[in-house]
């Protein structure tokens, strides 16, 4: 019993690294109060937003009683961990779903666990390539149309065939982004522009973060050389009123609403405007 309870936990483990995330089995952390011996312990300090996550692999041949819920709300609390997971080979009794509900402790087999977690790290990953996407927009956006035509960021509005422009790139991206987190694959690439970098389609997630990787490196290279041209031109003048980067631009808006009737617009986009004017104007 106690080798399949292992087998168990590292299955657990191995499978959140390989979302790309760490994960520590038998980990003893000090919470506020008192020590703790986890598990699996969850963390990730590179996917711009930080996880802290307390796994339970609990290999047993009855249902989890509602204590042991219980029990690791009042760890996660003590540690300050974003989230505790239970993982059951045979399920929950019902009042241990009862002590789950609104509360950050989820209750899952391992199959769940496979496709929750992987779904929420995704997500954040995705969220991680728009604040840097937001932030590379902004920094375009923030020299003059005149020097953006002149250092080569974009072409002049009757040019064509299309060389390079760094709207199209950045609308392209944001496109590819909002199909992934609706899971619309395969992921196509416009190619209507001469100059182009990476694979003209991703048909997984792996391919379309490679992709991501490629066109936000290749785009923030692009900047800076128009850039450092500006400087020794002396015709270096962006301007930029505030970054913000955690609120989705205007354009992912309409991609986020996109469907929706009037009302469950309003909805959506209400709390997105409180947040932007609060950074505008903070």
């Known amino acids: 019993m106690k080798k399949d309870w292992y087998d168990f936990q590292e299955r ?3 499978h959140f690294r390989g979302l790309g995330v760490q994960a520590v089995t038998n980990k003893t952390i000090k919470g506020v109060r008192t020590d703790h011996d986890l598990d699996i312990y969850v963390t990730s300090k590179y996917l711009g937003t930080n996880i802290k996550w307390i796994v339970e692999a609990k290999y047993w041949q009855t249902k989890i009683p509602k204590e042991k819920v219980l029990a690791l709300r009042t760890i996660v609390d003590d540690i300050g961990a974003d989230k505790g997971f239970i993982i059951s080979q045979v399920g929950f009794q019902s009042g ?3 002590a789950a509900l609104n509360s950050n402790i989820e209750l899952l087999t391992f199959d769940e666990l496979v496709q929750r977690s992987t779904s929420e790290i995704n997500t954040i990953i995705l969220e991680s390539f728009s604040r840097r996407l937001r932030l590379l927009e902004q920094r375009y956006y923030s020299h003059s149309k005149k020097n953006r035509i002149e250092y080569g960021l974009r072409g002049d509005i009757l040019e064509f065939p299309i060389r390079f422009s760094g709207n199209l790139l950045i609308i392209f991206m944001f496109n590819a982004l ?3 987190r609706k899971f619309e694959y395969p992921i196509f690439f416009d190619k209507c522009m001469t100059e182009t970098i990476g694979e003209e389609k991703a048909d997984n997630f792996s391919e379309l973060i490679n992709w991501l990787n490629q066109n936000l490196n290749w785009f923030d290279e692009k900047i800076l050389f128009a850039e450092y041209q500006m400087l020794k031109d002396g015709k270096f003048c962006p301007w930029i009123e505030k ?7 205007t354009y992912e808006m309409t991609l986020i609403t996109d469907g929706l009737d009037v009302e469950e617009k309003e909805k959506t986009m209400a709390p997105y405007r409180y947040s932007y004017f609060n950074a505008k104007n903070g």
Do not use: G, R, Y
């Open 12 to 14: 657990i483990a191995h």
């Open 96 to 98: 241990s779903k009862e």
């Open 178 to 180: 909002d199909q992934a």
């Open 243 to 249: 970054i913000v980067t955690d609120i989705p631009t």
